[in-house]
């Protein structure tokens, strides 16, 4: 069966970290575009993190551009999202996805292939 696990959300304080894991299964990650989502209430789902270029370039929103980190372990098949210096304009649920064809667009929010569960992410003081 494929499939994107994901765990690590939770509840910050601004200025604080975390890190978002999703592992794969049924496929290797390393032969997909890899991307981040991530939807705040009330809001449309935007791609935050992206590896869509077939030779690992990374694209980032300009929201989170020197404080979020994507990156992949193609041992361990698991993407990662690291999250700095979190603002509280940075909470929603947060989605990872993988898709078998290099190009498609971060800002593509819907047609990525695989997704995983969804990761809630809050922050507050």
């Known amino acids: 069966q494929l499939r994107l696990v994901e765990s690590g959300g939770g509840s910050v304080q601004p200025g604080g970290s975390l890190r978002l894991s999703c592992a794969a299964s049924?496929?290797?990650?390393?032969?997909?575009?890899i991307g981040w989502f991530r939807q705040a209430p009330g809001k449309e789902r935007e791609g935050v993190a992206c590896i869509s270029s077939s030779d690992g370039t990374k694209e980032y929103a300009d929201s989170v551009k020197g404080r979020f980190t994507i990156s992949r372990d193609n041992v361990a098949n698991t993407m990662y999202l690291q999250m700095d210096s979190l603002k509280p304009e940075d909470i929603g649920d947060y989605y990872c996805?993988?898709?078998?064809?290099?190009?498609?667009?971060?800002?593509?929010?819907?047609?990525?292939?695989?997704w995983g569960q969804g990761s809630q992410v809050t922050v507050s003081s």
């Open positions: 996805a993988a898709d078998p064809v290099f190009g498609i667009p971060c800002t593509d929010t819907y047609d990525w292939h695989y």
């Open positions: 049924g496929f290797s990650l390393k032969l997909y575009a």
